[in-house]
């Protein structure tokens, strides 16, 4: 496991809901209800984090929700408690996943790409542990292409990066160097907020 | 595009005030500068102020929607207060004011960025 990333996510648990709470939630709530109405099957969640999404979860899922960071998931124990239909939280690293591979139907992320240390080897993970033809469903902030925002993102990511996340990476190319045939990617905020919805192809089985 | 009103109101009053203080700011520390000096020191002094008052902001409006916008608005409002405050005296009354107009365009056009963007992006049609 990835201790340095782990460290950095426990040292935020504490601050997260405050800094991620209620103004981002609001503001995100009906793109993230609508990406996650698409939960069919076994379903995988990286990072579930403190647990803010599963609000907008719908009920009777089989979901197995990750984390690296047990700062992350003592939080969202409760929130996991509540949800009405089966949700396993686990601990464990996103590259380092134990599942056999083509073991979930789908799989989830909210703002977690722009936080894992190797994107593309983590997305490479999710790909093996998606069946042929799985979906890859991310909601996900992104550097810009534009300027000024492009400058802005830049000038942000070293210092972001420290604490969190980083704020320019291109996560819709590394959907595609991880081996996923991107199927659409949808604006929800300038072209630095989107949902990204992608397919792990037929010989997803190899790494 | 965004259409609640929370979020328009929200959107509004923060990119004004980051206008406002980036303007105040920048008349008071640029008078008598050099115009190109005052210009850049004030686009950077507007920047910086614009990114402080984000963080607040973003805990009710959201920090991603807030921020970038914010920092665009504090750094055209202290950019132009720095140009102003270098070619005579500034009151910052009127930086105020101006900084918060700039503020207030420079929201509509992320707005219509914002609309331009939802337009081309591929929409999920199943």
Same mark, same amino acid.
């Given at each position: ?14 601050? @997260?809901?405050?800094? &991620?709470? @209620?103004?981002?939630? %609001? ?45 992350? %998931? ?13 949700? $396993? ?9 134990? @599942? ?29 542990? %998606? ?8 909601? $996900?902030?992104?550097?810009?292409? @534009?300027?000024?925002? &492009? ?7 070293? %210092? ?5 996340? $980083?704020? &320019?990476?291109?996560?819709?190319? &590394? ?5 996923? $045939? ?26 | 595009?965004?259409?609640? +009103? ?18 105040? +700011? ?12 005052? !210009?850049? *020191? ?13 963080? +607040? ?9 807030? !921020?970038?916008? !914010? ?28 900084? *918060? +107009? ?25």
């Amino acid at each position: 496991m990835d201790v340095l990333t782990r460290q950095k996510w426990d040292r935020a648990a504490g601050s @997260y809901d405050l800094m &991620n709470g @209620y103004g981002q939630e %609001l503001r995100w709530a009906p793109s993230k209800r609508r990406l996650f109405d698409r939960m069919r099957g076994r379903i995988i969640f990286a990072s579930i984090g403190t647990g803010q999404d599963i609000q907008f979860f719908p009920p009777d899922r089989d979901i197995t929700g990750i984390d690296i960071s047990a700062g992350m %998931l003592e939080r969202a124990r409760p929130r996991a408690a509540g949800y009405p239909g089966r949700l $396993e939280l686990r601990q464990i690293d996103v590259h380092e996943l134990d @599942y056999p591979d083509g073991w979930f139907d789908q799989a989830f992320t909210a703002c977690t790409f722009c936080s894992v240390p190797r994107p593309v080897d983590g997305l490479r993970m999710l790909r093996r542990v %998606l069946r042929p033809g799985g979906e890859l469903f991310m909601f $996900e902030h992104t550097g810009s292409r @534009y300027f000024p925002f &492009n400058l802005m993102l830049n000038l942000m990511t070293p %210092l972001s990066r420290r604490f969190g996340p $980083e704020m &320019n990476r291109d996560t819709v190319a &590394n959907v595609a160097r991880a081996g996923f $045939e991107v199927a659409a990617v949808e604006p929800v905020y300038l072209d630095v907020v989107k949902m990204i919805r992608a397919l792990a192809p037929a010989a997803s089985g190899s790494r | 595009m965004e259409r609640r +009103v929370y979020f328009v109101l929200g959107d509004l009053l923060c990119n004004a005030a980051a206008g406002a203080v980036a303007g105040v +700011v920048v008349a008071l520390v640029a008078g008598g500068w050099p115009p190109a000096l005052g !210009m850049v *020191a004030g686009m950077a002094a507007g920047g910086v102020a614009a990114m402080l008052l984000a963080p +607040v902001a973003g805990l009710l409006f959201g920090v991603l929607e807030v !921020m970038l916008p !914010m920092m665009v608005s504090g750094m055209a409002a202290g950019m132009l207060a720095g140009m102003s405050a270098s070619s005579g005296t500034l009151q910052a009354g009127a930086a105020a004011a101006r900084g *918060a +107009v700039v503020g207030v365009l420079v929201l509509a056009a992320t707005y219509l960025m914002n609309a331009y963007f939802q337009r081309r992006g591929s929409k999920w049609t199943y």
